[in-house]
Nanobody, 126 residues
Framework: QVQLVESGGGSVQAGGSLRLSCVTS????????MGWFRQAPGKERGQVAA????????YYAESVKGRFTISRDNSKNSVDLQMNSLRPEDTAMYYC???????????????????WGQGTQVTVSS
């Protein structure tokens, strides 16, 4: 059974940092697209970042470039999202996602992703 479990969300003031972690089981994170998405109230879920299978290639949404860093730890079968210089507009529920198939690229958009975590809330106050 595939499981993705996120942690690390919370409340922080603008300019602060948070680190989200996603531990997976039942699949090999190193061989799939791994990504982070977010959804704010009243808005559609959008992709934040992704890391490609079998490589360190990454994708970032324009709004988070230079502030967020996605990383994968193959030994832990996990993927993290380091978020720096947080802004109130980063407030959202953040979801970890894994590719539906091994080695399916590109890792952009929701289409390649078939497994989702339950989400972790990030709240940034001004």
């Amino acid at each position: 059974q595939v499981q993705l479990v996120e942690s690390g969300g919370g409340s922080v003031q603008a300019g602060g940092s948070l680190r989200l972690s996603c531990v997976t089981s039942g699949l090999s994170a190193s061989r799939r697209c791994m990504g982070w998405f977010r959804q704010a109230p009243g808005k559609e879920r959008g992709q934040v970042a992704a890391v490609y299978p079998g490589s360190d290639n990454t994708y970032y949404a324009e709004s988070v470039k230079g502030r967020f860093t996605i990383s994968r730890d193959n030994s832990k079968n996990s993927v993290d999202l380091q978020m720096n210089s947080l802004r109130p507009e980063d407030t959202a529920m953040y979801y970890c996602a894994a590719g539906a198939q091994y080695y399916t690229i590109p890792c952009t958009g929701a289409g390649p992703f078939g497994y989702w975590g339950q989400g972790t809330q990030v709240t940034v106050s001004s």
